[in-house]
């Protein structure tokens, strides 16, 4: 099974980018649909960004679409999230998850079954 482990969180001004990475350990990467979840204090966890196993489909919250990019890279085992443009609202914990459905995009958290420790993004006004 996989385990992935997020990294990249910060404090960023409004208007600053900055790069989420989610290193996968175990498993066979390719197997497993990822995506990119977030939480805000107070507020339920919410979808942000998912791509299939191969890497050719991608979708995006409506709120992040435009702004936000994720990407993955098999060889090295790991998912990015690009963040530009960043917004005090983009503030929460953001947390990866890997979904064995490898070749469909997961919208919901219950559709996911590894999951991340999460890690903290901060974006001051």
């Known amino acids: 099974q996989v385990q992935p482990v997020e990294s990249g969180g910060g404090l960023v001004q409004a208007g600053d980018s900055l790069r989420l990475s989610c290193l996968a350990s175990?498993?066979?990467?390719?197997?497993?649909?990822m995506g990119w979840f977030r939480q805000a204090p107070g507020k339920e966890r919410e979808f942000v960004a998912a791509i299939n196993g191969a890497g050719d489909m991608k979708d995006y919250a409506g709120s992040v679409k435009g702004r936000f990019t994720i990407s993955r890279d098999n060889a090295e085992r790991t998912v990015y999230l690009q963040m530009n443009n960043l917004k005090p609202e983009d503030t929460a914990v953001y947390y990866c998850?890997?979904?064995?459905?490898?070749?469909?995009?997961?919208?919901?958290?219950?559709?996911?079954?590894?999951w991340g420790q999460g890690t903290q993004v901060t974006v001051s006004s």
């Open positions: 175990g498993g066979t990467f390719s197997k497993y649909a």
């Open positions: 998850a890997a979904r064995t459905l490898f070749f469909r995009l997961g919208y919901s958290e219950y559709e996911y079954d590894y």
